[in-house]
């Protein structure tokens, strides 16, 4: 929710002006539901499972449709927890570059691409996110631990 949030911020519309209670459905799929059911009047979700269920004919086009896509940003990433050294001192460089030369001419390898939708993993840095992390704090939804 704190993209969504941020961007709407950015037309100038505060989640207070909203007129209704904001909500949190805990799933992309759900959120496409609710809208349909007329439960929220708006809803956001990830581009992937919306092309998805629209392909699998699962969203009903009368009842809900885009109105608006948000620009492009750096969104999801893998971690790795630093305790992975005991596998070797070099081990997630070594799972880094397992990920990133995945290559879908290979059938099992297109395969697990598929599962994330992408068609390839790209490498990427901590400061990538930091606008992130500053809309996150600025919208109170990251605060310091005390």
């Known amino acids: 929710r704190l993209m969504p949030q941020y961007f709407l911020q950015q037309q100038g519309i505060a989640l207070d002006a909203l007129k209704g209670e904001v909500g949190f459905s805990g799933a992309h799929d759900k959120t496409i539901a609710l809208v349909e059911a007329g439960s929220y009047d708006v809803g956001v979700l990830n581009s992937q499972v919306w092309e998805s269920r ?5 969203i009903d086009t009368e009842k809900v449709k885009v109105i608006w896509t948000s620009p492009t940003y750096y969104d999801y990433h893998w971690v790795i927890n630093p305790n992975v050294a005991r596998f070797g001192a070099d081990f997630g460089e070594r799972v880094q570059a397992a990920l990133l030369k995945l290559d879908p001419t290979v059938p099992e ?3 697990i691409l598929e599962l994330f939708g992408a068609e390839r993993f790209i490498a990427t840095a901590d400061e990538n996110y930091q606008a992130i992390e500053t809309i996150g ?5 990251i605060v310091e631990e005390e």
Not at 54 to 58: A, I, P, R, S, V
């Open 54 to 58: 629209l392909q699998d004919g699962q």
């Open 109 to 111: 390898q297109q395969a």
């Open 137 to 141: 704090r600025e919208i109170g939804l």
